[in-house]
């Protein structure tokens, strides 16, 4: 769909407008609610307003040691009952942490409501550990990190860019935590740490689907309203210095192909920079059209894949440019062309017709992801819980639409430049690279 002739001011007018209901119990849990009916299906999304970055500076991987335990078993729940039940009954589940967030979802057959609300209010009473299963999480948690950071081709770069990227804050940490960290936590730290933040007055329930708004509120007070308030929780400030001289290291990996990794930080979701760079972020890298991929994979035949992505944060939000280089191609080549095509950009070289093209994929994204339950869930979940304000999920489009090459253009003179990034290159081991 695509609104060109409209003017912004009844553009909104025309976008057709997701409905929700919103409710908030007694003990701070808020809660949302979304009937869409095409399917007889429902999801939904807990997510806690806890991440990595929440966590002490010696006591790393908490958060997402919690997700993990938050399957295990409960109060009512023993171990396997979890995944039991909801299978039995035609539901999946699956859960990620952030570094601002941790969340959680489940699909479930609309008629199978209460059960889901059932299962998933059990996650807020406790958590079964014992030392048995708490070791055993611990090897769950080591053979993550063999798999996803040490036996995954540029696995290391998470931690590499933000232990550069952030010097001060909990950003710094990686989300699966320091493996010392995880091997000396104890059982009273991952207790503490459960019953100060998992609680319903730092949570936010979204529920989507084939619902409806009355039987679904009288289910959630069934269900959550006997969860004990907790003590009020006051973020940290957030405080990091920011870059002013180019952070360049070289990294030597178990990799066949030599990499170069680009990274900017930039101004929290919900800016007008976060919005042209998200704009340009397409004009880069999506598809093949972009400039990335008919300048370096194309054109210049240097690349085997370059892409870029912004990544969204509480505090703050980053810009990525990866590249793998075709065999025997110069990464120092490789960031002249990507310097050459941002400098294109900051110098004002943006056609419309690219501009146009990327909202236009923005608008189909936004009118796809109404189909999509869970997305939904989670997006309500998200607003919600950063924003305070739901129906961002209705007008946020415009915040998109209305950005203009101007704006790009500004956003990446003042934030894309060179003494402004973190600038990785890996190579393989034992490679003679000069």
Not at 119 to 135: A, M
Not at 348 to 355: A, C, L, M, P, Q
Not at 397 to 410: F, G, M, P, R
Request: proline share 2%.
């Amino acid at each position: 769909m695509h609104f060109k002739g409209f003017s912004h001011s009844n553009m909104s007018d025309v976008i057709p407008r997701i409905d929700f209901k919103e409710i908030e119990l007694s003990n701070g849990l808020k809660v949302i609610m979304s009937r869409v009916s095409e399917i007889p299906m429902v999801a939904l999304n807990t997510t806690f307003k806890v991440g990595s970055k929440d966590e002490e500076e010696d006591k790393t991987g908490l958060a997402h040691f919690i997700e993990h335990l938050m399957f295990e078993g409960s109060k009512f729940l023993k171990s396997g009952e979890f995944d039991e039940i909801l299978n039995r009954n035609g539901g999946e589940s699956n859960a990620y942490t952030t570094w601002d967030s941790t969340s959680y979802y489940i699909v479930i057959p609309s008629n199978k409501l209460e059960t889901a609300l059932w299962l998933d209010s059990n996650r807020f009473f406790d958590i079964s550990l014992t030392e048995k299963s708490f070791v055993k999480q611990k090897d769950v948690i080591f053979e993550e990190k063999l798999q996803v950071y040490d036996n995954t081709p540029y696995g290391s770069l998470e931690v590499e860019s933000s232990r550069r990227l952030f010097s001060k804050s909990g950003y710094k940490s990686p989300i699966i935590g320091d493996m010392e960290h995880i091997k000396n936590m104890r059982l009273e730290d991952v207790f503490a740490f459960f019953k100060k933040y998992y609680i319903p007055n730092n949570a936010v329930l979204s529920i989507v689907g084939d619902i409806d708004y009355y039987e679904t509120e009288k289910l959630v007070r069934k269900y959550y309203d006997d969860i004990n308030r907790g003590e009020e929780i006051f973020s940290k400030e957030y405080f990091d210095d920011d870059i002013e001289e180019e952070i360049t290291d070289d990294i030597f990996d178990n990799i066949h192909l030599t990499g170069k990794f680009l990274f900017y930080k930039l101004p929290m979701p919900g800016s007008k920079a976060y919005y042209a760079i998200q704009i340009l972020n397409g004009i880069l890298s999506n598809g093949d059209s972009s400039r990335f991929y008919k300048e370096l994979v194309y054109r210049k035949e240097l690349v085997n894949d370059i892409e870029s992505y912004l990544y969204d944060m509480e505090k703050v939000s980053l810009f990525s440019i990866s590249s793998i280089a075709l065999e025997g191609r110069s990464i120092f080549e490789i960031e002249i062309e990507i310097d050459n095509i941002i400098e294109e950009i900051k110098s004002g070289n943006i056609h419309d017709y690219e501009v146009q093209k990327i909202k236009n994929k923005i608008e189909a994204g936004f009118n796809t992801r109404k189909l999509s339950i869970i997305s939904l869930a989670e997006r309500f979940s998200h607003i919600k819980t950063f924003y305070d304000d739901c129906e961002k999920i209705n007008n946020e489009i415009l915040n998109y639409l209305n950005i203009t090459k101007e704006d790009i253009v500004n956003a990446a003179n003042m934030h894309l430049n060179k003494n402004q990034r973190v600038n990785l290159n890996y190579f393989p081991i034992n490679e003679n690279w000069n």
